[in-house]
């Protein structure tokens, strides 16, 4: 493993050494969507650690909740519009990060469920569409945060993925192979800025998440998967903050947590 810099050494200890990030520190947290949604759990874990987070989701009125619902909770939190499939769309996101800063951790979050569709029936602006969600948001998100954290000290990058960018299934192909990409994307990261003491490529591969959205996308699972088979949001956005506070020289790259039960 390589060394980290002298620079990163000063930087107060984190996150070479474990723990909790600097309380003074900026968590930006991208593709957030519904209250319910794993976005919004890691944003209100990471608040309840000390961090002032930045929720950034394309519906006004879903981060809003969000952010309210951490403010509740004791937190702070600030809500920006804005599409993390475009550099257009990051802006103004970007800006209230470097206003608040200095940018600590970053996680990219956007996914979504209803891009099942068969190769015959699948055009090429859908895969387009899905790819630049899935795979270059991710890259967009880490290139804007690795650019920060490079002369601050470090930071933390990371990224939800999914069992489909392990294992790809029939009519998922363009989501799979984003997917696939987002974990590309991350572990070049890692490689490029690991000896910068940026800990990045950590991708947390979940399986399926116990809640309405995977009801409706497949309705089939709420009869094959027992309860204790499934993943809740809490406990993703724990693993989230368990990886984050880890000391250098136990960093996971990438760690899954799917469950072992019957595939859907």
Same mark, same amino acid.
């Given at each position: 493993?390589?060394?980290?810099?002298?620079?990163?050494?000063?930087?107060?200890?984190? %996150?070479?050494?474990?723990?909790?990030?600097?309380?003074?520190? /900026?968590?930006?947290?991208?593709? !957030?969507?519904? $209250?319910?949604?794993?976005? +919004?759990? !890691?944003?209100?874990?990471?608040?309840?650690?000390?961090?002032?987070?930045?929720?950034?989701?394309?519906? $006004?009125?879903?981060?809003?909740?969000?952010?309210? *619902?951490?403010?509740?909770?004791? @937190?702070?939190?600030?809500?920006?519009?804005?599409?993390?499939?475009?550099?257009?769309?990051?802006?103004?996101?970007?800006?209230?990060v470097?206003?608040?800063?200095?940018?600590? /951790?970053?996680?990219?979050?956007?996914?979504? &469920?209803?891009?099942?569709? #068969?190769?015959?029936?699948? *055009?090429?602006?859908?895969?387009?569409? !899905?790819?630049?969600t899935?795979?270059?948001?991710?890259?967009?998100?880490?290139?804007? &945060?690795?650019?920060r954290?490079?002369?601050?000290?470090?930071?933390?990058?990371?990224?939800?993925? &999914?069992? #489909?960018?392990?294992?790809?299934?029939?009519?998922?192909?363009?989501?799979?192979s984003?997917?696939?990409?987002?974990?590309?994307?991350?572990?070049?990261?890692?490689?490029?800025?690991? %000896?910068?003491?940026?800990?990045?490529?950590?991708?947390?591969?979940h @399986?399926p998440?116990?809640?309405d959205?995977?009801?409706? +996308?497949? %309705?089939?699972?709420?009869?094959?998967?027992? $309860?204790? @088979?499934?993943?809740?949001?809490?406990?993703?956005?724990?693993?989230?903050?368990? !990886?984050?506070?880890? %000391?250098?020289?136990?960093?996971t790259?990438e760690?899954?947590?799917?469950?072992y039960?019957?595939?859907?």
């Amino acid at each position: 493993m390589a060394q980290p810099t002298e620079e990163a050494q000063n930087f107060g200890g984190w %996150p070479v050494n474990g723990g909790a990030p600097p309380a003074d520190g /900026v968590a930006w947290v991208v593709g !957030v969507g519904a $209250k319910q949604g794993t976005g +919004a759990a !890691v944003a209100r874990r990471f608040a309840a650690g000390g961090l002032h987070v930045v929720v950034t989701g394309r519906t $006004k009125e879903k981060i809003a909740e969000v952010v309210e *619902d951490i403010r509740s909770r004791g @937190g702070r939190a600030t809500a920006v519009v804005g599409d993390a499939g475009t550099e257009a769309g990051l802006q103004e996101s970007l800006a209230t990060v470097d206003e608040l800063g200095p940018l600590v /951790v970053a996680t990219y979050n956007a996914g979504g &469920s209803q891009w099942r569709s #068969s190769m015959l029936d699948m *055009d090429a602006e859908f895969f387009e569409s !899905v790819w630049r969600t899935n795979c270059f948001g991710a890259f967009l998100t880490g290139r804007e &945060s690795a650019r920060r954290m490079v002369g601050r000290g470090g930071g933390a990058i990371l990224f939800t993925g &999914s069992v #489909s960018g392990v294992i790809a299934r029939p009519k998922l192909a363009a989501y799979a192979s984003a997917k696939f990409g987002q974990r590309a994307v991350a572990q070049a990261l890692a490689r490029e800025f690991g %000896p910068r003491n940026i800990h990045v490529a950590n991708i947390i591969v979940h @399986g399926p998440i116990d809640g309405d959205r995977l009801n409706s +996308a497949f %309705p089939q699972a709420k009869d094959r998967r027992p $309860k204790d @088979g499934m993943l809740d949001i809490e406990q993703i956005a724990e693993t989230f903050w368990q !990886v984050l506070v880890q %000391p250098r020289t136990a960093w996971t790259q990438e760690m899954d947590i799917r469950p072992y039960c019957e595939e859907f």
